[in-house]
């Protein structure tokens, strides 16, 4: 029954059931929570706001900003992206796994995304120390100001995304998610794609140009 | 019996959402791809600095890459390609709006 309903969607994008077309049951296909996309919208925002801010900044203080950028480390903005983007991969692949309704392999995909994760805080963290090292701080001049305060607030976005994580791979490890019950795992996964999708946007505005 | 058949369609219409989700959506190899691209796009954007020496240029690439990798977050990660067309312009016209406003800011 299931197979024969799956080749009919499948093979015929004008298929009906109770009225409803396949095409418009795709476009109905809003994963997670209403309220979580609107949290999302209001947290691109912010920090649009502050990317704005940063560059307008940049080109009132340019010489402040080209010597700032000079002292931080590309390398380690370079792999944080890299982490990032691959923790995010894992979490993708998880949902995946969920979705076909294997809660363990999809914690297990949960915990990949995690470890990888906190090779981004431990980067983050060391390039904190060595700027303290060198006696900067947030006090120090506009740039670092700047940078440290939209850095941690992306690192707590970050902490955040990790304590969600955890919750959604100990309900998918006990199997506490199914078809009809998805939503809340469906939020947190996009809650940890937008935090991937602001480092995005971060580094090349901190770290490249 | 008319909420039992808007129950019924709800129902039917949730599980209909999933199945076809999972099977023209969701794939690994999909994200796999993606996630190879999102990488290159990156290293070349640290890099493409040593290889582009008109500012502007070198500007319009960088922003250009951010929303080259935005659009495949959004349609592949946060899975929005199949979403309701507002929610995923809303994402797009982030990723697109936010770097222009950036590289006027900067090139202009």
Known sequence: ?209 | MAYGRYALDYSLSTYLCDLTFMQTINSNKKNTLSWLWLMALTVISTFIGLVINNKALFIASVLFIVFLKGQQIIDIFMELAHAPKLWRRLLLGYVTLLPIIIGFIYIL
């Open chain 1, 1 to 209: 029954m299931s197979n024969q309903l799956n080749d009919s969607i499948n093979s015929n994008p004008e298929f009906t059931l109770v009225g409803i077309k396949n095409e418009q049951i795709l476009e109905k296909c809003l994963p997670g929570d209403l309220a979580m996309w609107f949290f999302i919208l209001a947290e691109l925002t912010v920090f649009a706001i502050l990317f704005i801010g940063f560059a307008v900044s940049e080109q009132l203080n340019a010489e402040m900003f080209i010597e700032g950028k000079a002292k931080l480390h590309q390398i380690s903005g370079l792999i944080n992206t890299l982490t990032l983007i691959t923790s995010s991969f894992f979490v993708a692949l998880a949902l995946n796994a969920m979705h076909k309704g294997d809660g363990k392999k999809s914690a297990k995909l949960l915990v990949i995304a995690k470890l990888v994760a906190s090779v981004y805080i431990a980067v983050k963290v060391w390039e904190y120390m060595s700027l303290f090292d060198q006696n900067i701080d947030i006090e120090t001049n506009t740039f670092f100001t700047l940078y440290f305060m939209i850095t941690f607030f992306h690192l707590m976005h970050v902490l955040l995304g990790m304590v969600i994580l955890i919750f959604i791979a100990m309900k998918a490890a006990n199997n506490e998610y199914n078809a009809s019950n998805i939503s809340g795992y469906e939020s947190g996964a996009s809650y940890w794609h937008m935090v991937d999708m602001l480092w995005i946007i971060l580094f090349p505005l901190i770290y490249v140009i």
